[in-house]
T-cell receptor
Framework: KQEVTQIPAALSVPEGENLVLNCSFT??????LQWFRQDPGKGLTSLLL???SQREQTSGRLNASLDKSSGRSTLYIAASQPGDSATYLC??????????WGAGTKLIIKP | NAGVTQTPKFQVLKTGQSMTLQCAQD?????MSWYRQDPGMGLRLIHY???????DQGEVPNGYNVSRSTTEDFPLRLLSAAPSQTSVYFC????????????FGPGTRLLVL
């Protein structure tokens, strides 16, 4: 059974730093890997989707990588800003097209 | 486009009461799903639908019913509310199933006393 883990559960860094969020999955037979952002009291917003055949995807200051062999994906945020403060969730899509979710990393960017 | 909308935003129920959480999307998406989000856990799939008239169970379906009479609407019914159903409920939609980008509603926060 696929399990997705995000460590750490919370992270606080000063504004301007580059940072990496981690996502691990136990079964490498994934269809794709998706990263989302969740603001307090709000729904989830899709950030990046990496197909299983891809190694990375970029959107602005965000870059997500995928290494199926090691069961890892990372979300790199460059030049962090206070507006990046949110909870970041990853989800691995299995062969039945079901999303298996991590519990998220709560990110706080200190001004 | 309004995207995915959910009502109500917040609801308090007593144990044993029933209610329906509403979800609608205006993007002509075939795939719709319901999740619950509990503290410290990932989202868990309750029910999903791949098109009007077709629904299926997810990981945690017990105590919930769904129907999909139109492409736009996908209501979630709690048959007899229990404190264990206290959670935040999210509806999502996409063109395809999990292989496509998912669009989420703002959520319904449910408290069962």
């Amino acid at each position: 059974k696929q399990e997705v883990t995000q460590i750490p559960a919370a992270l606080s860094v000063p504004e301007g730093e580059n940072l990496v969020l981690n996502c691990s999955f136990t079964d490498s037979a994934i269809y794709n890997l998706q990263w989302f952002r969740q603001d307090p009291g709000k729904g989830l917003t899709s950030l990046l989707l990496i197909q299983s055949s891809q190694r990375e995807q970029t959107s602005g200051r965000l870059n997500a990588s995928l290494d199926k062999s090691s069961g890892r994906s990372t979300l790199y945020i460059a030049a962090s800003q206070p507006g990046d403060s949110a909870t970041y969730l990853c989800a691995a899509v299995d062969s039945n097209y079901q999303l298996i979710w991590g519990a998220g990393t709560k990110l706080i960017i200190k001004p | 486009n309004a995207g995915v909308t959910q009502t109500p935003k917040f609801q308090v129920l007593k144990t044993g009461q029933s209610m329906t959480l509403q979800c609608a999307q205006d993007m002509n998406h075939e795939y719709m799903s319901w999740y619950r989000q509990d503290p410290g856990m990932g989202l868990r799939l309750i029910h999903y639908s791949v098109g009007a008239g077709i629904t299926d169970q997810g990981e945690v379906p017990n105590g919930y019913n769904v129907s999909r009479s139109t492409t736009e609407d996908f209501p979630l019914r709690l048959l007899s509310a229990a404190p264990s159903q206290t959670s935040v409920y999210f509806c999502a939609s996409s063109y395809g199933e999990g292989q496509e980008t998912q669009y989420f509603g703002p959520g319904t926060r449910l408290l069962v006393l």
